[in-house]
């Protein structure tokens, strides 16, 4: 759970073997290659690479799938992708002309099989169509100005038809443009379109034999471009090379034995002060899948320290938090199980995405039991899932004289991740006296938790516990602990305000005692920071509350269906199903976006300073 510590090597060889080189070592796969000319090479793209990844996308979402081809007779990479791109273009324009005709066949039905006259047959008479309401026929029948006729009509509509040479005014609704074409040709062509789009389908179902075909030489075109990319990054002349890149030390072994097989000259160099290395996380299988969630928003710098393990947790935490329901979790636990387990098992990312996805619905399944929420409904008094219920003053968790409580277990969650996050920025710079600053700055965060807990909360819970286990009367204990708080949080900003500048301690000059003196100044306006990032984590309580009033309120208005015999189970059964439904989603939503957000923003704003960018090993895409 670690930052992968890399070295720097660098290989000389004969220029003749440049391109052997380095296809051998895109086979090797774990190199990230330095760029060694003093301008950024382009990139070298074929042309038709976006055509083929959007014929393999198309070929993919098929709903039939045939086999692979064994035998490759008639495949050709450029005229397969020009045919199923062709196929999805005809296929696209077919279903806008099907959509087209489907409404101008339901405009033209009322009227009727007929051809309208040509251009100027009656001269300037034109047909106008009005689909009026029955009670507007009776405006139509009084005007004498107007030659008409009704040609159908229905529940809705009477149709009428006006010949005018200019369109009629005073008409109580305006005439609708039908379709030039008659009725008949319509639905031949309509008839015909259908023919087309089910042939195409299965053309296209023919193709998909030649996926994994696209996909092999999509890789090798995606290979061969960055060789050639790789190839603007070398330095040399007409008889020398050199290539340079990052190699973990894992693997260095095998790099040096590759030089060795090519006679390559190696040079070999730790990260030195101005190198900047490129960052490698790697992280045990079970909680790799939470690197996704630290770089979507950063990459931590190479001489920093990896944020997955603490991230894998707290975004459990913060997400079962939000849901605030076991019984949600149960369902999406349902959902992972029955439908996403196997298809995620297909690759080693699908792997490492599913053990976080197991962690957070355990986490929001246990957090659902402990606050007694199922689908909005607290479990029965007396029964074994109460007796897992937590209390607050005998009441549960959730329950509405607790609120002031919940909020508190959520300033204290964000007390202590932020604490966290600020003693392992001090252990990072443990060699500097910087570290002091940033345990000041955790000393702030769990003294002022405990001080104003302790002035406003009477009991104080943890001047009641101390009291209990030394055996001491409660109000000496609590004076002290007031006391230790203050002092803590006094000798925080102490800390602070001292030991956050970078500059050197002992010094004989005055000007840096003067900037230390500043630097300790703006370092405590982090103190309005520091509040606005604790209040942050009320979010917690709010989310969770809101997830837990809606399912609550879906259940009181499923169950005020009841009272209505007959319809009223399927009513209560559509808003149940509906509601939760819709409650899920957001607290979803709400769980993802806002447990990301307190451990990218909050969390790493203390703890992650410098942004570093990830290794990208030089490897093959195609297999073999």
């Not at 996805?357 to 402990?370: K, M, S």
């Not at 029965?380 to 909020?407: F, H, T, V, Y």
């Not at 009272?563 to 399927?570: A, I």
Request: aromatic share 10%; charged share 20%.
């Amino acid at each position: 759970m670690a930052i992968v510590q890399l070295e720097k090597l660098t290989l000389y060889g004969i220029a003749r073997q440049r391109e052997e080189v380095l296809e051998g070592l895109q086979r090797l796969g774990c190199v990230h290659l330095v760029n060694l000319q003093a301008t950024s090479p382009k990139s070298a793209e074929r042309p038709e690479r976006s055509d083929v990844h959007a014929a393999i996308k198309y070929l993919a979402a098929c709903p039939v799938q045939r086999g692979p081809s064994t035998t490759g007779k008639g495949y050709d990479c450029l005229e397969v992708t020009r045919d199923v791109l062709d196929i999805k273009n005809r296929r696209q324009a077919l279903h806008d002309e099907f959509d087209d005709l489907t409404r101008s066949v339901q405009m033209l039905e009322p009227w009727g099989d007929f051809r309208l006259p040509q251009d100027r047959e009656l001269g300037e008479l034109r047909f106008w169509f009005y689909p009026l309401r029955h009670h507007q026929v009776g405006d139509v029948e009084k005007r004498t100005d107007l030659t008409w006729k009704i040609v159908s009509s229905d529940n809705q509509h009477v149709y009428v038809v006006v010949i005018r040479s200019d369109e009629p005014e005073g008409m109580p609704v305006a005439p609708v443009e039908l379709d030039t074409r008659p009725l008949s040709e319509l639905k031949a062509r309509l008839e015909q379109v259908e023919i087309e789009l089910d042939e195409l389908h299965w053309k296209r179902v023919g193709l998909t034999r030649w996926s994994d075909r696209l996909k092999r030489d999509l890789n090798e075109a995606d290979d061969e471009a960055a060789r050639i990319e790789a190839m603007h990054q070398l330095a040399g002349d007409e008889d020398l090379f050199a290539l340079q890149g990052w190699v973990p030390r894992s693997t260095k072994e095998h790099v040096l034995a590759f030089a060795k097989k090519y006679r390559l000259a190696v040079q070999s160099e730790t990260p030195g002060p101005d190198d900047k290395p490129p960052t490698l996380l790697n992280n045990p299988k079970q909680i790799a899948g939470a690197e996704g969630a630290v770089t979507f928003y950063i990459t931590p710098e190479y001489r920093t320290w990896d944020p997955t393990l603490v991230v894998y947790f707290s975004f459990s935490l913060f997400f079962a938090m939000i849901m605030s329901d076991a019984g949600y979790g149960l369902v999406l636990g349902a959902i992972l199980v029955f439908f996403l387990w196997r298809k995620l098992g297909g690759s080693d990312a699908g792997k490492r995405f599913r053990s976080l996805l197991v962690a957070i619905l355990v986490a929001t399944v246990g957090y659902g039991v402990l606050i007694g929420s199922y689908f909005g409904v607290g479990p029965s008094e007396g029964s074994w899932l109460d007796a897992w219920q937590l209390r607050i003053g005998g009441k549960p968790l959730m329950a509405p004289e607790n609120q002031g409580a919940m909020m508190g277990i959520a300033v204290t969650v964000g007390v202590l991740h932020l604490a966290l996050a600020n003693f392992i920025t001090a252990w990072q710079n443990r060699r500097t006296s910087q570290c002091l600053g940033s345990i000041g700055w955790a000393a702030v965060f769990l003294g002022g938790l405990v001080l104003i807990s302790a002035k406003m909360v009477d009991p104080n819970p943890l001047a009641s516990w101390l009291a209990g286990r030394l055996g001491e009367p409660y109000a000496p204990i609590q004076e002290a602990v007031v006391s230790g708080s203050s002092a803590a949080l006094i000798g925080g900003f102490v800390a602070v305000f001292l030991f956050s500048s970078g500059r050197p301690l002992f010094s004989i000059n005055i000007m840096d005692w003067v900037w230390r003196i500043l630097d300790g100044l703006q370092a405590l306006t982090g103190v309005s920071k520091a509040f606005g990032d604790v209040l942050s984590y009320l979010r917690l309580f709010a989310l969770g509350l809101a997830s837990a009033e809606l399912a609550s309120t879906f259940n009181d208005l499923a169950g005020g269906m009841l009272e209505f015999s007959g319809v009223g189970v399927l009513l209560a059964l559509l808003i149940l199903v509906v509601g939760h439904c819709i409650n899920l989603l957001l607290a979803i939503v709400g769980g993802v976006v806002h447990g990301l957000r307190l451990n990218c923003i909050e969390f790493f704003s203390w703890s992650l300073k410098d942004e570093g960018y990830p290794f990208r090993a030089f490897c093959k895409k195609a297999s073999g």
